[in-house]
């Protein structure tokens, strides 16, 4: 289980876009996708098959894992996350500071 999910607010720790929140888009190993995070300009040919125009397009890049971290809306930033196991088996994911549930 990872600590940050698909769909999950998450605050920029390090890099050019530190300070910036956004929402998780795509999870894969240890990088992710974050909305109008780390955004690249990509020099594209036209690909007339794929319907794809050419020129200059902006997207997301994917940043490394650890300069991330999950947004906690009570406290209004950033924290650390641990798991706990429940009593039928299951881990939940929950914040460090103050232990209450990230999956409301």
């Known amino acids: ?30 990088k992710i996708v974050v909305s109008n995070i780390n955004i690249i300009k990509r020099h594209t040919k036209p690909n007339p098959q794929a319907g794809q125009p050419g020129g200059v397009i902006e997207r997301e890049a994917p940043i490394h894992i650890s300069n991330v971290m999950l947004f906690n809306p009570a406290s209004g930033k950033g924290e650390r996350v641990s798991f706990k196991m429940l009593e039928d088996g299951r881990k939940l994911r929950v914040f460090r500071s103050s232990g209450e549930a990230v999956d409301a």
């Open 1 to 30: 289980m990872n600590r940050i999910r698909k769909g999950d607010q998450v605050v920029v720790i390090a890099g050019k876009d530190k300070g910036k929140k956004g929402d998780v888009v795509r999870v894969a190993g240890d």
